[in-house]
């Protein structure tokens, strides 16, 4: 470390990790050099250890940091951008004041208890904490750590389990949506109901996004990826209300325009179709409490895939209907009904399949229908006894008479006249009355009688 002048300006040098460092002071005075050099030096170790003074972050109100970090969160996630005003709003009325310095595991459960006592829901406050920790930059990492170590990170939530409505409930509840006051209740419901589309996919739902000539809509903007631009074909029942529906639109707006809003903004009555309606919540409130049924809004998109589910609908369809993204976030919309569980439960005790427990299952007709007292589609099964008790008139019995010495106990009879094969047993004309397995294994027996075991249906048939 050395000082040199060059006329009238004092110069510095030294040596700082293997490289010479020359700089002029820019000052005439000795002293004020020396101080320069030692300044630089200190800024130069400070830089390469990484380490710089915060101690004015640190003196800085939690109001300025939240301000800030809102500025920059409308700018790159503006679709979000109302919770976050929400709950920075929260935060800042408990915690504005607070200096960053302040902030410890202590500062954040006084957060949580406070917000509780507000009445605030375990799920709201959690997603605030998620808020102020981000907030907090690195500290705030340091905090979720601990926090995390100590179980105080989030606080348990009450987990809503959704339901599906049943035809009685759906009954009521568009029964009093028909009769409400708002002109938006009934046709959303029925959307909901026979769409499955979620609250803001109804409300932001444009003309342009209806085909009605190819009978189907799209979505537009929605919560996932899987569910924006899907199509939904329109069934019968949404057909009528849209045409009920679009007769009130004309004679209120006009000819309905392309961008214009399918629900309108506007209180106490629609009046801007620019602009959407923002909710529905106490129309939905009012239909629920006089149908006398409880539930949430979005219970009606779950009683949709509940009734896709119910009906046989395969999964990749109801998906494609629903716009969910994975299988298991489908079964935790689908909720199979008490009854269906009881038609479950007792095919347990009858030995009938679930299917023909119930007529609402939709079989064609002539499918095999088995009873626990042997009938098949209203056919009792024949045994070697009675088939040769038969009418010997019938060529088809005698010749089956004389070729097989058994008939297999679960043998199904079809009065269509196509053939049918069953997927499990894939029967095929054998013999004459006897459908014979096409994979079986054969034994040959002491008499010299073929004995074909088919693993599938557990039977046997003993033919000469």
């Known amino acids: 470390m050395s000082l040199f002048r060059r006329g009238e300006i004092w110069w510095y040098e030294f040596w700082f990790s293997g490289r010479r460092i020359r700089e002029s002071s820019k ?14 030096k200190r800024e130069l170790e400070e830089g390469f250890n990484n380490f710089t ?17 809102l500025a920059a969160y409308k700018l790159r996630l503006p679709q979000s951008v109302v919770f976050a005003e929400y709950a920075v709003h929260h935060l800042k009325q408990i915690l504005g004041s607070k200096m960053l310095v302040d902030f410890n595991e202590a500062a954040v459960i006084h957060y ?20 102020l920790l981000r907030i907090l930059d690195e500290p705030g990492d340091l905090l979720r750590v601990r926090l995390r170590k100590r179980k105080m990170l989030k ?19 568009l029964e009093e949506a028909r009769k409400a006051r708002s002109p938006h209740i009934f046709p959303a419901l029925s959307l909901a109901l026979n769409a499955g589309m979620r609250d803001a996919e109804i409300k932001t739902l444009t003309w342009e996004q209806i085909d009605f000539k190819k009978k189907y809509l799209t979505v537009g903007h929605s919560k996932t990826e899987a ?3 899907r199509t939904i074909p329109l069934n019968s029942t949404l057909l009528e209300v849209f045409a009920e529906y679009s007769e009130w639109y004309r004679m209120k707006f006009g000819a309905p325009q392309a961008e214009w809003y399918v629900f309108p903004f506007g209180k106490p009555s629609p009046s801007d179709p620019t602009r959407p309606v923002t909710t529905l919540k106490t129309a939905w409130n009012n239909v629920r409490k006089k149908a006398q049924v409880k539930g949430r809004w979005h219970d009606n998109r779950h009683t949709l895939i509940t009734d896709l589910a119910e009906s046989g609908a395969g999964d990749q369809t109801i998906m494609d209907i629903a716009g969910h993204v994975s299988k298991q976030m489908l079964k935790h919309y689908s909720h ?43 056919v009792k099964r024949t045994g070697k006894k009675q088939a040769a008790t038969k009418d010997e008139s019938a060529p088809a019995a005698g010749n089956a008479e004389k070729q097989c010495s058994e008939i297999p106990t679960n043998t199904q ?29 054969k034994i040959i027996g002491s008499s010299g009688r073929t004995r074909t ?11 000469h």
């Open 27 to 40: 000052s005439p005075s000795k002293t004020i050099a020396k101080g320069a050099e030692q300044k630089r």
């Open 53 to 69: 003074d915060q101690r004015h972050e640190r003196i800085r109100t939690f109001s300025d940091l939240a301000d800030e970090f």
């Open 112 to 131: 949580q208890n406070a917000r509780l006592d507000e009445g605030a829901s375990p799920k709201s406050v959690n997603e605030e904490v998620g808020f």
């Open 155 to 173: 606080l348990k939530v009450h987990t809503t389990v959704g339901k599906a409505f049943t035809p009685e409930e759906k009954d009521r509840m």
């Open 227 to 229: 569910g924006e631009g």
């Open 336 to 378: 199979i009904r008490m009854e269906a569980k009881r038609r479950a439960l007792e095919s347990i005790v009858t030995g009938r399949p679930v299917e023909e427990s119930s007529q609402e299952t939709g079989q064609a007709e002539g499918y095999p229908q088995k009873s626990p007292h042997g009938l098949q589609n209203g």
């Open 413 to 441: 009879v079809f009065d269509v006249g196509y053939p049918q094969k069953s997927p499990q047993s894939g029967f095929s004309r054998g013999c004459q009355g006897v459908r014979k397995a096409r994979k079986s294994m």
């Open 453 to 463: 075991y088919n693993p599938s249906v557990n039977s046997r048939m003993l033919c």
